[in-house]
Nanobody, 120 residues
Framework: QVQLVESGGGLVQAGGSLRLSCAAS????????MGWYRQAPGKQRELVAT???????NYADSVKDRFTISRDSAKNTVYLQMNSLKPEDTAVYYCKFTSHTRYGYDYAYWGQGTQVTVSS
């Protein structure tokens, strides 16, 4: 089992910045992907950014050049630096941890979510 604890959400004015953190604990598999998803009211949950154990990032088109994902594998922690925030970034942000096993099975774990609100 993996437990995820998120922090760093809050209220910010458009154009401002926030940094989200997510710390994983428990049975951490050595090969994994950590990332962030978000969900606004009435909308589907969508990918924001992910990063592999090797540090390869992937971003949604809507956040490219504004958000930066990074990780500290020693601390099992992933970060999301969010710059130039827009009102449309307002959502609950969820941390996701996916382990990639040698059998080809993925196991996904989700954090409780942290609210990000961007005022116009």
């Amino acid at each position: 089992q993996v437990q995820l604890v998120e922090s760093g959400g809050g209220l910010v004015q458009a154009g401002g910045s926030l940094r989200l953190s997510c710390a994983a604990s428990g049975s951490i598999f050595s090969i994994n992907t950590m990332g962030w998803y978000r969900q606004a009211p009435g909308k589907q949950r969508e990918l924001v950014a992910t990063i592999t154990t090797g540090g390869s990032p992937n971003y949604a088109d809507s956040v490219k050049d504004r958000f930066t994902i990074s990780r500290d594998s020693a601390k099992n922690t992933v970060y999301l630096q969010m710059n130039s925030l827009k009102p449309e970034d307002t959502a609950v942000y969820y941390c996701k941890f996916t382990s990639h096993t040698r059998y080809g099975y993925d196991y996904a774990y989700w954090g409780q979510g942290t609210q990000v609100t961007v005022s116009s």
